[in-house]
């Protein structure tokens, strides 16, 4: 046996009392952890390809699953901690770049967490939102910032395209081949009921999906999968990525695999082909050319249709918004880098960015000082975990919110990080029919709704609080936030003062 | 007295009729005339009675406000002697007439007792047919009695099994050189002689019982048996005497067309051990004596005699039944390719031909879900349209078509 | 009325089904105690592994069972087909006939078994219940 130099990440307990031998686990499992050994009787485990996706614990009829770290551990090091050590031996055996799933883990400052919220005392008393209505729409897009009158002197009341948003919240890009069929229809049904909007991604839009285009951003990629005259006009807005908060500054890659007879039609490529979405779109090396893709699309679309610009927080992300505010895009989706992803190299999920709460606060107080924030709204994204998370960032600037890993939670993912594999257990980063098979939309769909419709509650319930009855009027209201624990850089730059000023 | 229906019989094909009638006739009045004098009862449970397994009322057929429930007259303990086909009338034996307009004969069949000299010496000696042969069983015998068994075939062997119970001692002897002929080849009627064997019964078989001497039996092969309970289970021959007195064809049954009319009468039905069905795994006209076939038939006669339109005309002979714990089922007619499985006492022989099942033996674990082995028999499935290896290692839907899956599981009914 | 039907599109052969319809035929309140004790609870409903499905009693208009049943043991109450335990004598001439394969020896070999759609053990079945995918569902379905 050749030397295993680091050992099993979790370890699988198992409560042989309760274990009733239905082997739902092992059935369940696509790493193929558990098995039943017939000469002993028993259920059995391999604790070296568990990657604790919790599936077999929750299904479990008697509860007789835990999975828990492996306690094993190598010397003691602040510095070469465990994880390090084992990159480097995982590196050393495959030559490989290290590559993961989701937002990073890695314990980087959550300002969120840092940012209290206020409510009304006495005057300005608190609103009840079960009595009193509770404004929680959004429109997304250009505002007129003058009256225009025609040439009879009549008022003007035109406005640009925009998006309607029940709810200030919205799922943001997955691709199709990034996850499973299941889950784009759960997502795309959930917006549909909310009334909000998926988005999908850059795995162009499944033909069965097209009857939900009311409530679709269509996304336009580097690698321009799926990309086509009906595909633009199928959705209600048009995504331009030029970055995502997980792995700025590269593409990605999907491999052929993954790139079944669907994902192949959807994407109009051949089957079997890794789907590689370069770096840079290679049509665009200034602001400049980012404008002549706008007016492409909204071309194409007759000027019926938003544009957004995605792009990821980086260093001078308020120079870059400032820059396609100007370009002509209807709204810039801003994405810190705690967001995340179906796959990134580790090395740049954790290192590459910066959090979204610092980005969105100075693009949004950069637009304001160039006088051009009416130009464009703003969405913030890259790890909006909950309901307050998206009240902050309203109050912070933004317009509305993406949510992208609460919905995945919401149909059962348990972060496990390990999308890249394709072997999703969950049937949500998968296209292996029989794992896909395991999202029932039916089931997933309604689970979205669930979770928005409280999420909407809950903001309600806070803005009561503060003492305003609409969504429009905590927009970059930063008076309602007090730091804590935060230097007075970081209270610069965020904006805000700190708890009892 | 008359009735619009009259059943003489009063047996699974009854109460089909019965039931077929009411369905489509909820008034017409309905008389059924029987020698016996209980409730309807299920005759194969005898042997279960015996046994201790069920008290007389859990042997009821039907539950006991069956008649009541749908008005139905009970002649019980009385013999139907002729029908009068001209003036629509049974005659009893006790000289009564009862007119009907239309008739059902459900008259069965009554045990088949060679002639053996002697026989009439024989103290304690029996038929196992109906209830009276088990009460009388049930007064004589003793634990350890010694028991002489004439017949290898279900009644004989049912008989056995119940006596167990009365750790008795017993000889099985018969003609045929291996039992249960009728339900099982000679394999599989070794696998279970061999089990019965083990159960401390024994068998003498290719031989028969020559004469008797009081509860001495001589047999053909010169061995002497003494016994102080003789069970005749030789065979039965169906009760036809009361069709023929109607002027209805009979054969070596009662003849019927699809709808169980009576050839050469009109007004008469006749369902049961007594008629001669067609068998669709054969292509043969024959006796099947097994209550569902008497049930369809009896159902199915109700149904036209009350104006319905019915026909049967997937009959074939099934069996299931169990003797000292090995459980059989069987089915159809052994022709054909086989598939078999044999491992002790868990056996499968699948008999096919020209893509069809035409029948199956079925023996110990290998019983499970049977039905859809069955099913492929009764609807004469084309083994083409599904995936017959598949089917033939496990009976499974998974075999059958989506489409027929689908219509399974999820139509709405 | 209301019958058990089975998604096969999106049942996932995890088996769970035929377990907790055994625990909830066992009589025990706890699941373990139902299958570990050298109880061995038998389930009522299987699921096939070719292709993944649960089948169970389809609860027909004309029941093959019920009218072959040799003992009268077997009777239709309220759109449910039930087998009278205390009548059974075990002769499995339902086996033979069902044609979906939905009719069990029970344990002890003396019965007949099958799914009475949970209507003594609180109503609502316990494999529609337990669906960890929601491929079996309790429902009324017209004709298709």
Redesign the interface.
Same mark, same amino acid.
């Given at each position: 046996m050749p030397v295993n130099y680091f050992p099993a990440e979790f370890e699988v307990l198992r409560n042989y009392d309760k274990c009733i031998q239905c082997r739902a686990c092992e059935r369940q499992c696509a790493n193929e952890v558990h098995w039943y050994d017939a000469d002993f009787g028993k259920m059995l485990s391999h604790d070296e390809k568990c990657v604790d996706c919790q599936r077999c614990v929750s299904i479990c009829p008697t509860s007789a699953l835990k999975i828990r770290p492996n306690e094993n551990a190598f010397r003691k090091s602040a510095n070469y901690t465990q994880p390090l050590m084992t990159e480097a031996y995982r590196q050393a055996g495959t030559g490989s770049v290290l590559l993961s799933s989701m937002g990073t883990p890695k314990d980087y400052p959550v300002y969120w967490d840092k940012i209290l919220l206020n409510a009304s005392q006495v005057t300005n008393p608190p609103i009840d939102p079960l009595r009193e209505p509770m404004e929680t729409r959004v429109f997304l897009g250009k505002k007129p910032t003058k009256m225009k009158f025609d040439k009879n002197g009549e008022l003007d009341l035109s406005l640009e395209p925009s998006l309607t948003l029940n709810v200030p919240i919205m799922f943001s890009a997955m691709s199709y081949g990034s996850i499973s069929k299941n889950a784009h229809e759960s997502l795309a049904r959930a917006a549909e009921e909310l009334g909000t909007y998926y988005n999908t991604g850059e795995g162009g839009l499944h033909k069965d999906f097209y009857k939900f285009g009311a409530n679709t951003i269509v996304q336009v990629a580097s690698g321009r999968f799926g990309v086509h005259k009906d595909y633009l006009n199928a959705g209600a807005a048009i995504e331009i990525k030029m970055g995502q908060g997980a792995k700025p500054g590269i593409g990605g890659h999907l491999p052929g695999e993954k790139i079944k007879e669907d994902v192949a039609h959807t994407r109009m490529i051949p089957r079997g082909t890794d789907a590689i979405s370069p770096a840079p779109h290679h049509d665009i090396y200034s602001i400049e050319d980012l404008r002549q893709l706008i007016f492409s699309v909204k071309e194409a679309t007759e000027y019926k249709k938003p544009v957004i610009v995605k792009i990821a927080a980086v260093h001078n992300v308020a120079a870059i918004a400032s820059g396609v505010a100007r370009s002509g895009a209807d709204i810039i989706a801003i994405d810190g880098f705690r967001g995340g992803t179906g796959a990134a190299p580790t090395r740049i999920r954790d290192n590459v960015g910066i959090p979204i709460e610092l980005a969105l606060a100075a693009v949004d107080g950069r637009l304001r000082h160039e006088g051009i924030r009416n130009e464009v709204s703003i969405v913030a994204a890259g790890s909006i975990r909950c309901s307050s998370d998206a009240v902050k960032a309203i109050a912070l600037g933004a317009d509305a919110v993406y949510i992208a890993t609460p919905a995945l939670l919401a149909m059962g993912c348990h972060l496990c990080r390990s999308c890249h594999t394709g072997k999703c257990n969950w049937g949500i980063a998968t296209q292996n029919p029989e794992l896909v098979k395991r999202l029932n939309p039916d089931i997933a769909y309604h689970r979205l709704v669930n979770l928005v419709t409280a999420w909407n509650h809950e903001i309600q319930e806070i803005m009561g609080g503060m003492g305003i009855n609409s969504i429009e009027a905590l927009r970059g209201n930063r008076l309602m936030l007090r730091g804590i624990g935060l230097t007075e850089k970081e209270l610069q730059i965020l904006g805000i003062l700190h708890a009892g000023e | 007295m008359k009735y619009e229906y009259v059943i003489v019989g009063n047996s699974?094909a009854a109460? &089909?009729c019965i039931e077929g009638i009411r369905e489509n006739d909820k008034k017409g009045s309905i008389a059924v005339i029987s020698d016996e004098k209980y409730h309807i009862y299920?005759r194969?449970?005898i042997s279960?009675k015996l046994k201790g397994?069920?008290t007389e009322k859990?042997?009821?057929?039907?539950?006991t406000d069956f008649y009541k429930v749908n008005k139905v007259e009970t002649m019980l303990g009385k013999r139907a002697v002729s029908v009068d086909s001209k003036t629509k009338e049974v005659s009893l034996e006790s000289g009564e007439k009862i007119g009907y307009e239309k008739l059902l004969i459900a008259t069965g069949s009554k045990p088949f007792v060679p002639p053996m000299d002697g026989l009439d010496s024989v103290k304690n000696k029996f038929s196992f047919m109906k209830m009276d042969d088990v009460k009388g069983i049930e007064k004589v015998v003793k634990k350890g009695a010694k028991v002489l068994i004439i017949g290898a075939g279900l009644i004989g062997l049912k008989a056995a099994e119940a006596l167990e119970h009365y750790d008795c001692e017993m000889t099985v002897v018969d003609l045929a050189d291996r039992i249960l002929p009728s339900i099982l080849d000679k394999q599989t009627s070794g696998i279970m002689q061999k089990h019965i064997e083990e159960r401390g019964v024994k068998f003498i078989l290719g031989t028969s019982a020559k004469k008797f001497e009081k509860n001495k039996a001589v047999l053909a092969n010169g061995e002497e048996i003494s016994f102080d309970i003789l069970i005749t289970a030789v065979g039965v021959r169906p009760n036809t005497e009361l069709a023929e007195s109607a002027g209805a064809k009979v054969e070596r049954g009662i003849l019927t067309d699809r709808k169980q009319a009576c050839k050469g009468v009109k007004n008469i039905w006749a369902a049961g051990d007594c008629t001669v069905s067609d068998d669709i795994t054969t292509g043969t006209a024959h006796i099947i004596a097994i209550?569902?076939n008497a049930?369809?038939q009896g159902?199915v006669a109700g149904r036209n005699m009350a104006g319905a339109k019915a026909v049967y005309e997937n009959a074939f002979p099934?069996? @299931?039944? &169990?003797f000292f !714990?090995l459980?059989i089922?069987t @089915?159809g007619a052994y022709s054909g390719d086989c598939y078999e499985e044999i491992d002790g006492g868990n056996v499968k022989k699948l008999y096919s031909s020209g893509n069809k099942l035409n029948g199956f033996i079925l023996m110990g674990e290998k019983? @499970?879900?049977? !039905?859809?082995y069955?099913?492929l028999i009764?609807e004469r499935t084309d083994l083409t349209t599904v995936d017959w290896e598949?089917l033939k290692q496990a009976?499974?839907?998974?075999?059958f078509a989506?489409e027929k899956?689908?219509e399974?599981?999820?139509? &709405?009914? | 009325m209301k019958k058990v039907y089975v998604n096969e599109e999106r049942c996932l052969g995890c088996h769970l089904c035929e377990f907790y319809c055994a625990f909830a035929n066992s009589g025990e309140t706890e699941m373990f105690r139902a299958f570990r004790l050298g109880r061995d609870a038998k389930p009522k409903i299987r699921v096939e592994d070719k292709i993944n499905f649960a089948v169970q009693c389809r609860h027909c208009d004309d029941p093959l069972c019920m009218k072959n049943c040799i003992a009268g043991a077997i009777s239709k109450v309220d759109g449910v087909v039930k087998i009278d335990r205390e009548k059974c004598v075990g002769c499995f001439t339902c086996v033979l006939s069902c044609p979906y394969g939905c009719i069990a020896p029970d344990k002890d070999g003396h019965s007949a078994t099958k799914c009475e759609l949970c209507t003594q053990n609180g109503g609502s079945p316990a494999c529609v219940q337990n669906c960890i995918n929601g491929a079996i569902v309790y429902e009324e379905r017209g004709e298709a």
């Open positions: - | 699974a109460a &089909g299920s194969p449970l279960y397994d069920v859990q042997m009821n057929y039907r539950p209550m569902p049930h369809e159902l099934m069996n @299931a039944i &169990g !714990g459980h089922i @089915a019983i @499970a879900r049977a !039905g859809i069955t099913a009764r598949l009976p499974q839907l998974a075999a989506k899956r689908y399974i599981l999820s139509k &709405g009914a | -």
